[in-house]
């Protein structure tokens, strides 16, 4: 594996070592999204109460000062400290794994230090439910959602490439801790949530579907992304290094689906109420126009020509 110690805008330094590479499993007994139909899924019975969703609190800034997190929970470092804006995150230190791009599969590690001050992570609101951040690296700009425990990364357009350190990285994922940190109580505790987390995205789904109602386009559309997010999830965690063992991203990218659940019946919610009162006006215009034409002091009927 290389090393490579970059400042930003200034030169890289490279470290040799060797390393063997270990691929990861996807846990086995990690609890599978169970698509829902498409057409009428979960759809509560006629007169039955709306379905209300589990309550869940996204974590606040504070609980990431101080933290330190692990891409796949054993390469690369972020480690957050408190902003300078209100609400706001930085980024202490900052390492992403990757290749060689002369040698793909040959490991590097970028170590970017952006001369010895911190990185901004600045709030850009709760598009998923959780709060996320964004961060403004030259090379590889990314997001973060601030997940309890974890922070879920997404960097559009593929790997980054560092040209002066001959390396690209791409560090979407989950960042966690190293199973290391994991005892056996902990594990437990873990597999436990799993299921409660389950239950309250199902929950959090169908309360989704109930508010969509009769718009069937829209049910269909939550349908289709709520079935591929297992498919989703698998992906992520098979590489999170101890996944079939402690099953902690799994119920990490679960419990933050639960969050996106409710942010988008919140929206649906939002950006239907003017459309269905913009419908009812118009309903109700065209039921007065009809009776203007056919009401008692409506305009005669012309006289026929014979």
């Not at 805008?9 to 698509?35: E, K, N």
């Not at 505790?189 to 299921?195: D, L, V």
């Amino acid at each position: 594996m290389r090393w490579i110690a970059c400042a930003l805008g200034l030169s890289c330094v490279v470290f040799l070592a060797s390393g063997p590479a270990r691929a990861q499993l996807m846990l086995p007994g990690a609890l599978q999204a169970q698509p829902e139909t498409p057409g009428k899924p979960g759809a509560p019975a006629a007169g039955a109460p709306r379905p209300k969703p589990a309550p869940a609190k996204p974590p606040q800034p504070e609980a990431a000062i101080g933290k330190t997190f692990l891409h796949d929970g054993e390469k690369g470092t972020i480690s957050l400290g408190r902003g300078s804006g209100e609400g706001a995150l930085e980024i202490s230190a900052l390492s992403i794994e990757g290749e060689e791009i002369a040698a793909p599969g040959d490991a590097c590690r970028i170590d970017v230090v952006a001369s010895g001050a911190p990185i901004a992570a600045t709030p850009v609101g709760r598009p998923n439910g959780a709060l996320r951040f964004s961060v403004a690296l030259e090379a590889c700009p990314f997001e973060f959602d601030l997940l309890d425990g974890a922070l879920l990364v997404s960097h559009a357009g593929g790997a980054c490439v560092f040209e002066a350190a001959g390396c690209k990285a791409d560090p979407s994922g989950l960042w966690g801790p190293a199973p290391s940190s994991f005892d056996d109580k902990q594990v437990k505790q873990f597999e436990s949530a799993r299921g409660k987390a389950e239950t309250a995205m199902r929950s959090d789904f169908r309360a989704l579907v109930a508010a969509a109602g009769k718009d069937q386009a829209a049910v269909k559309g939550f349908a289709a992304e709520q079935a591929g997010f297992s498919s989703r999830r698998e992906t992520t965690c098979r590489s999170y290094v101890g996944e079939e063992t402690h099953g902690f991203c799994a119920l990490k990218l679960t419990q933050a689906r639960s969050l996106a659940l409710r942010a988008a019946r919140e929206a649906y919610e939002k950006e239907k109420g003017p459309a269905k009162a913009a419908r009812k006006g118009a309903h109700a215009q065209a039921a007065r126009d009809a009776a203007a034409k056919t009401g008692p002091n409506a305009a005669p009927n012309p006289p026929s020509a014979n």
